[in-house]
């Protein structure tokens, strides 16, 4: 059974920064593409950045050049540094693997909360 564990979510002031963290086991995290997407109450669940095997970036417009996404295979680890928060950016922040043609895993969510 894969597990990804989210770790890292808040109530932070707007401007403020966060750093969440996903730590995956029973995967072949190396190979994956893993990925943050987030969903706030009374919207679907959106991408909010992905990294590749390979290193390949891809963010949501609404987080460039606010949000980081890095990854280190040698810990299983994919992490979000988000700066510059702002309300909007309030939701639950969900870890997500995707491994092909095995499937996509998702870990439980952690709530990020922007307010002051």
């Known amino acids: 059974q894969v597990q990804l564990v989210e770790s890292g979510g808040g109530l932070v002031q707007p401007g403020g920064s966060l750093r969440l963290s996903c730590t995956g086991s029973?995967?072949?995290?190396?190979?994956?593409?893993m990925g943050w997407f987030r969903q706030a109450p009374g919207k679907q669940r959106e991408l909010v950045a992905t990294?590749?095997?390979?290193?390949?970036?891809n963010y949501a417009d609404s987080v460039k050049g606010r949000f980081t996404i890095s990854r280190d295979d040698a810990k299983n680890t994919v992490n979000l540094q988000m700066n510059s928060l702002k309300p909007e950016d309030t939701a639950v922040y969900y870890c997500?693997?995707?491994?092909?043609?095995?499937?996509?895993?998702w870990g439980q969510g952690t709530q990020v909360t922007v307010s002051s």
């Open positions: 990294i590749s095997s390979g290193g390949s970036i």
């Open positions: 997500n693997a995707r491994l092909s043609p095995v499937g996509s895993f």
């Open positions: 029973r995967i072949r995290f190396s190979i994956a593409v």
